[in-house]
Each structure stands twice: as C-alpha cells, then as structure tokens.
C-alpha cells in the first residue's frame, strides 16, 4: 500500500505523454501554417479583392488558434512540471519518513523487569523513543509543508496527498500515544521498585545483623554482668523485631505491587513471590526466637542471682574475713598473754569453720546445678566453684599452720625471756666494773698506758658479748611488735632499758678509750705539736701582717682579690684548729689534775702562750676580713648608684 502511495503521488504530476505529442505535433504544423498563409496571399491575388478581408479573416483565425493552442500547451507544460518539482520535493522528504517510522514500529518492546536497575534499563529505552518521537515531529512538520505546497499544484490528485497524509499522522500519533503509555507504565514500575527495594535492603541489613546476636547468641557463662548485658542486647533486639514488622508487611505488599506490574517470564514471577514469603517468614522466625530467647536470659538472671547473692557471696564475705585471722602475712608474735589470745582466737575461728561446712556444700551444689541445667558455657561459674573449693580447703590448711606458729611462738617467748635475764645479769656487771675504774691521769705515762690496755681488754668482752645481746633485743622487738597497735608494755620497756644500757656502755668506753688516748698522745707527741703548730702560726702571722700592710684597693676587682687571700689564710687557720683543740684539751687536763701544774710544766707554758697567740691572729683576721668587706658593700652600692635607671626601678 505504502509503495503504490509513493507510485502514485511520483507519476500523478509527471507531464503526460499526449501533452507532449501535443507540442511536438504542434510544432510539426507550423510550416503548413506558414503554407496557408502562402496560399491565402495567392488566393488573394486571383480572388475579387472584396473577398480578400473575408480570406484574411479565416487565416488569422487559424494562425490565432494555432498560437493559442501552442501558448496553452507551454502553460499547461510549465504548470505540469512545477508540480513534478513540488512532488520530487515531498517525495525526498517522504521516503526516508516512511522508512524511519516503518523501523520504529519494528522496534521491540523491553520488557519491564523486578529490580530498580532493569527497570531504570527500560526507562531510559522508552525515553530514548520519546526523544526520538520528539525529534521526528520536527520532520513530520516539513512533510506537512511539502505536502501543501504540493497539495497547492496537484489539483484533482490532492485529495490523494491529503489522505496519504493522514495516514502518516495517524501512524505517527499512535506511535506518541503509546510511548507515553509506556513511559508512565515504566515510570509507576519504577516508583515501584524503589518503594519495594529501598526498605527491602535496608530491612535485609537490619536482619543480618539481628540474626547474628539472635540465631547465633554468645553462650551463656555465669557472668551476672555478661548475663544482664546480653538480656538487655537481646530485650532490645526483640523490641526491634516487633518494631520492624509493620515494615515488613509494607515491604510485601510493595513486593506484590511490583511484581503485578512486571512483564517477566512466570517462573521468575514465581520465585520473586517465593523470596517475598521466605523474608516474611524469616522475619517472623527471628521475632519468635528473640522472645524466646529473653525468656531464657531472664530466668537464666534469676538463678544466677539467686545462687550469687543466696549462697556465693555471703560465704565469700565470711571466708574473706576469717582469712584476714588466717592471713600468712599476720606476724604471730608478741608476749605469752598476747600469743596465748591469739591461740585462742583460732580456736574459735575453727570452730566457726566447722559450723559453715553446710553453707559451702549448699553453695557448691546451687553452682553445680547452675552449670548443669542453665548454663550454655559455664566457665565463669565453674571458675568461680573451683575457686570456692581452693579457698574453702586453703582455709582449712592456713588454720593448721597458723596454730602450729603460735605454737612455735610461744616457745620462742619462753626462750627470749630467759636470754633476757641472761643480758640484763651481763650489763649490770659491766656497768658496775666500768665505774669502779681510776680516772685518766695525764702526769704519769705509765699509768695511763696501764689504764688504755685495761680497757682494750674490756673492750674485746664487749664486742664479743654485745652482738648476741642485741641479736637477743631485736628478736624481741620482733615478737613484741605484733599487735600492740603502737601501746607500750613492760616487755617493751625493758627492750628500751635493755638497749639504752648497751649504748650507755658501748659509749661511756669509747669515750674513756678518747681520753686515754688523747692523754697518750699529749704527752708522747705535745713537744712536737708545739713546734707544729707555731712554725703554723708564723706562717699566718707573717701572711696576715702583709695583708694588713697592704692599702686597701678603690675597685672592686682588687678588693675582691685582697678578700680572697685573707678567706684563704682563714682556711688554713681552720686546717690547724684540731691541733690547737688538741692542745688546748691538754692544757684543760692538765689544769684540772693540779692547778700549778700548768705553771711549772715548760710544755704547758709553751701551750698557754700558744693559745693566747692563737686567739690574737683570729681577731685580727677577722678584723682584716670585716674591714675589705666593708669596702666592698661601700663600692658595690656606688656602682649600683652609678647604673642606677628610673624606668626599671619603676617597672619593679
């Protein structure tokens, strides 16, 4: 039909073969017109000159329809080949229409699929149609023009062009009206799919996340804590399952809305519906297994409680008391009366013991039970049994041996205070043979070698005796020092007294053993100390006096110097004081023995006179040394006047 359209409207305007013959013909007679006229003129020269306009009339009729006929012909021609021009023109725009819209309509459909991204697929393929459709109405539009402008020259055959015409528009209309169609119906799949998948994903997360906390549940170990925890994650998991399930059913019946506007073979229809019921009953699987699951937690808390705070704690609290009486770290120590209460403060604890043997096995068969009926990995609680077994039988054993080192203790008191008796009997002796020994004499050397040997020998009996009686002290101390909480007894008393009389003894002849020896050495090396010590003080003499002959500096720099020599010279002052003191003790002795000893004796003369020297160059050092430093206050609070600045004594 298309073909014989386009057949139709090519030829209808084509110039027709007779019109030409027509011309052609035409143009063949123009000499026997030319001949008429010929014999008209000699018609004319043989006729009555009166027929002549008569004969000029007829030629120029003929002449005159003979150019009419020839001008009506080339009208005619001209009119007939403006139209094939019209018609060229709208067939060139005809041709590639029809073709274009007679492959559109070959265009298969897509098929409307179940998730959001074949539909999107489908969309855009609809949509690609309608830009399409959009951008050949533009043609279309042009081949209406064509079509009326030929319309305009085709006359009678127009008729044929407006229905050819029409046909195509209608074609064309079809086409947009469907691809509308299928626009919206893609677009309604795809809002579809988007209310479906959305929720659907964010559902499908949601409950693989439930599933491992609800499906796949930590095991139950005995902890209250872990247990309380692990009732309020799966309490909360369970309200979110009955929270989620109106979405679930939204998520359903937008799986059915969707799956109805589907174009998809019935088999993947089948199993769309399929996985919708399976993640409807997935959801309510996970719902009832999470009730059921805080059901369990709840009683699993309530037994873990009561065994806990009915049997576990309270005999925890006893035992952790009664192991502070049992504590290894308790020092059992202390006098006969403090070890013999302690001894019988265990007596009471094992019988306390003793009366809490039915407390333990009703706490041991609680856990037992606990760990065999509740529990789904009772570590915790057989942990916590195993430590209640260890430290029940520890009890037990810690109480054996604490009685066993009172009893050790109580035999060491008894030993200590015999080896005390022993102590005070030796130092009462020793202090009652140091008083009735003969003073140092410092005249007679003989003697006071006697007296320095005698006491060597006492001192060797204390220093193999003393050591032993304070290894005795300090092992009282140590079991009198228990639990008096810092209260003094007469026990600890006669430690002290004990202890002070050793170091009374200890220094009474060290300081006897001092004098003998000073005395000693007073008389065997005074000469040479003497000389010692004033070939010294000639040297500081001298030296002083030069510091004193020297002016004293105007700057600081010197008078610095001139201080650093006198500190220097008291320095070696302060190197000869312990022999001066040395001499001077021997002076004292000296003069307490016999008041006109000193007088007499030429060696304590020399020292007396040595002493008052002594004194003098002490004075005058000092003396020296206030004189430089006064001038040095004097320079430095010039110079601080000097560089004296306002502005930061004023910032101060």
Same mark, same amino acid.
């Given at each position: 039909?298309?073909?014989?359209?386009?057949?139709?409207?090519?030829?209808?305007?084509?110039?027709?073969?007779?019109?030409?013959?027509?011309?052609?013909?035409?143009?063949?007679?123009?000499?026997?017109?030319?001949?008429?006229?010929?014999?008209?003129?000699?018609?004319?020269?043989?006729?009555?000159?009166?027929?002549?306009?008569?004969?000029?009339?007829?030629?120029?009729?003929?002449?005159?329809?003979?150019?009419?006929?020839?001008?009506?012909?080339?009208?005619?021609?001209?009119?007939?080949?403006?139209?094939?021009?019209?018609?060229?023109?709208?067939?060139?725009?005809?041709?590639?229409?029809?073709?274009?819209?007679?492959?559109?309509?070959?265009?298969?459909?897509?098929?409307?699929?179940?998730?959001?991204?074949?539909?999107?697929?489908?969309?855009?393929?609809?949509?690609?149609?309608?830009?399409?459709?959009?951008?050949?109405?533009?043609?279309?539009?042009?081949?209406?023009?064509?079509?009326?402008?030929?319309?305009?020259?085709?006359?009678?055959?127009?008729?044929?062009?407006?229905?050819?015409?029409?046909?195509?528009?209608?074609?064309?209309?079809?086409?947009?009206?469907?691809?509308?169609?299928?626009?919206?119906?893609?677009?309604?799949?795809?809002?579809?799919?988007?209310?479906?998948?959305?929720?659907?994903?964010?559902?499908?997360?949601?409950?693989?996340?439930?599933?491992?906390?609800?499906?796949?549940?930590?095991?139950?170990?005995?902890?209250?804590?872990?247990?309380?925890?692990?009732?309020?994650?799966?309490?909360?998991?369970?309200?979110?399952?009955?929270?989620?399930?109106?979405?679930?059913?939204?998520?359903?019946?937008?799986?059915?809305?969707?799956?109805?506007?589907?174009?998809?073979?019935?088999?993947?229809?089948?199993?769309?519906?399929?996985?919708?019921?399976?993640?409807?009953?997935?959801?309510?699987?996970?719902?009832?297994?999470?009730?059921?699951?805080?059901?369990?937690?709840?009683?699993?808390?309530?037994?873990?409680?009561?065994?806990?705070?009915?049997?576990?704690?309270?005999?925890?609290?006893?035992?952790?008391?009664?192991?502070?009486?049992?504590?290894?770290?308790?020092?059992?120590?202390?006098?006969?009366?403090?070890?013999?209460?302690?001894?019988?403060?265990?007596?009471?604890?094992?019988?306390?013991?003793?009366?809490?043997?039915?407390?333990?096995?009703?706490?041991?068969?609680?856990?037992?039970?606990?760990?065999?009926?509740?529990?789904?990995?009772?570590?915790?609680?057989?942990?916590?049994?195993?430590?209640?077994?260890?430290?029940?039988?520890?009890?037990?054993?810690?109480?054996?041996?604490?009685?066993?080192?009172?009893?050790?203790?109580?035999?060491?008191?008894?030993?200590?205070?015999?080896?005390?008796?022993?102590?005070?009997?030796?130092?009462?002796?020793?202090?009652?043979?140091?008083?009735?020994?003969?003073?140092?004499?410092?005249?007679?050397?003989?003697?006071?070698?006697?007296?320095?040997?005698?006491?060597?020998?006492?001192?060797?009996?204390?220093?193999? &005796?003393?050591? #032993?009686?304070?290894?005795? +002290?300090? !092992?009282?101390?140590? *079991?009198? @020092? %228990?639990?008096?909480? $810092?209260?003094?007894?007469?026990?600890?008393?006669?430690?002290?007294?004990?202890?002070?009389?050793?170091?009374?003894?200890?220094?009474?002849?060290?300081?006897?053993?001092?004098?003998?020896?000073?005395?000693?050495?007073?008389?065997?090396?005074?000469?040479?100390?003497?000389?010692?010590?004033?070939?010294?003080?000639?040297?500081?003499?001298?030296?002083?006096?030069?510091?004193?002959?020297?002016?004293?500096?105007?700057?600081?720099?010197?008078?610095?110097?001139?201080?650093?020599?006198?500190?220097?010279?008291?320095?070696?002052?302060?190197?000869?004081?312990?022999?001066?003191?040395?001499?001077?003790?021997?002076?004292?002795?000296?003069?307490?023995?016999?008041?006109?000893?000193?007088?007499?004796?030429?060696?304590? &003369?020399?020292? #007396?006179?040595?002493?008052? +020297?002594? !004194?003098?160059?002490? *004075?005058? @050092? %000092?003396?020296?040394? $206030?004189?430089?430093?006064?001038?040095?206050?004097?320079?430095?609070?010039?110079?601080?006047?000097?560089?004296?600045?306002?502005?930061?004594?004023?910032?101060?």
């Amino acid at each position: 039909m298309v073909l014989n359209s386009r057949l139709t409207v090519r030829f209808a305007f084509t110039p027709h073969a007779h019109l030409q013959t027509i011309i052609q013909d035409l143009a063949t007679k123009e000499p026997d017109i030319r001949g008429i006229q010929q014999a008209a003129e000699d018609l004319k020269k043989v006729c009555d000159p009166v027929d002549h306009p008569a004969i000029d009339d007829q030629v120029d009729d003929i002449v005159e329809r003979w150019h009419t006929l020839q001008r009506e012909s080339m009208q005619r021609l001209a009119e007939m080949q403006t139209a094939a021009k019209y018609a060229v023109g709208f067939q060139e725009k005809l041709e590639p229409f029809l073709e274009w819209l007679e492959d559109f309509e070959r265009l298969p459909s897509s098929l409307i699929g179940l998730t959001h991204k074949e539909i999107e697929a489908v969309f855009h393929d609809v949509q690609a149609m309608g830009d399409t459709l959009t951008l050949q109405k533009a043609d279309l539009q042009e081949l209406w023009v064509a079509a009326e402008e030929l319309m305009d020259q085709a006359g009678a055959a127009s008729g044929r062009v407006q229905a050819e015409m029409d046909g195509i528009q209608e074609r064309f209309d079809q086409k947009t009206i469907a691809v509308a169609a299928r626009l919206d119906k893609v677009q309604q799949a795809m809002h579809a799919a988007t209310k479906f998948e959305h929720p659907f994903y964010d559902l499908e997360n949601e409950k693989s996340a439930l599933e491992v906390g609800v499906l796949h549940p930590e095991p139950l170990t005995g902890s209250l804590e872990e247990s309380q925890q692990m009732f309020r994650d799966t309490q909360s998991m369970h309200e979110k399952t009955m929270k989620f399930a109106p979405q679930v059913e939204a998520v359903h019946r937008a799986g059915e809305t969707l799956l109805s506007m589907t174009e998809v073979e019935q088999v993947k229809k089948d199993q769309f519906r399929d996985s919708l019921a399976d993640f409807q009953a997935a959801w309510g699987v996970l719902q009832l297994r999470a009730g059921l699951r805080v059901e369990k937690l709840r009683s699993a808390i309530a037994k873990i409680e009561a065994f806990i705070f009915s049997h576990l704690n309270p005999l925890l609290e006893w035992m952790a008391e009664v192991e502070i009486v049992l504590s290894p770290d308790r020092p059992i120590v202390g006098d006969l009366p403090a070890l013999r209460a302690i001894a019988a403060e265990l007596e009471n604890t094992e019988g306390d013991i003793a009366r809490h043997e039915g407390s333990y096995a009703a706490a041991d068969s609680a856990g037992k039970h606990l760990v065999k009926e509740v529990l789904d990995d009772a570590f915790v609680t057989e942990e916590q049994l195993i430590e209640l077994g260890l430290r029940w039988e520890k009890l037990k054993t810690q109480l054996q041996l604490q009685k066993q080192r009172v009893t050790d203790a109580m035999g060491l008191a008894q030993e200590l205070d015999g080896q005390l008796s022993e102590a005070q009997q030796f130092l009462n002796e020793c202090l009652s043979a140091l008083t009735v020994m003969s003073p140092v004499s410092s005249v007679d050397l003989a003697t006071v070698e006697g007296q320095l040997q005698e006491m060597k020998d006492f001192r060797g009996l204390l220093d193999t &005796k003393l050591p #032993a009686i304070r290894e005795v +002290l300090q !092992k009282g101390r140590k *079991l009198l @020092a %228990s639990d008096r909480g $810092g209260r003094r007894t007469s026990q600890t008393d006669m430690l002290d007294e004990l202890d002070q009389q050793c170091s009374d003894l200890n220094y009474q002849v060290c300081e006897r053993t001092v004098d003998i020896e000073a005395a000693i050495l007073a008389l065997r090396g005074l000469q040479d100390a003497v000389s010692e010590m004033r070939d010294g003080m000639n040297t500081v003499d001298v030296r002083l006096a030069e510091c004193e002959a020297e002016t004293i500096s105007g700057d600081l720099p010197g008078v610095r110097a001139q201080l650093d020599i006198v500190k220097l010279l008291q320095e070696d002052m302060h190197q000869l004081q312990p022999r001066m003191d040395v001499l001077s003790k021997a002076l004292r002795d000296a003069n307490r023995q016999d008041k006109h000893f000193a007088s007499r004796d030429p060696q304590m &003369k020399a020292i #007396a006179e040595l002493q008052h +020297l002594w !004194k003098a160059l002490w *004075l005058r @050092a %000092s003396q020296q040394q $206030g004189a430089l430093e006064d001038v040095l206050s004097q320079l430095q609070e010039a110079e601080a006047a000097k560089n004296f600045d306002f502005g930061v004594w004023r910032d101060k």
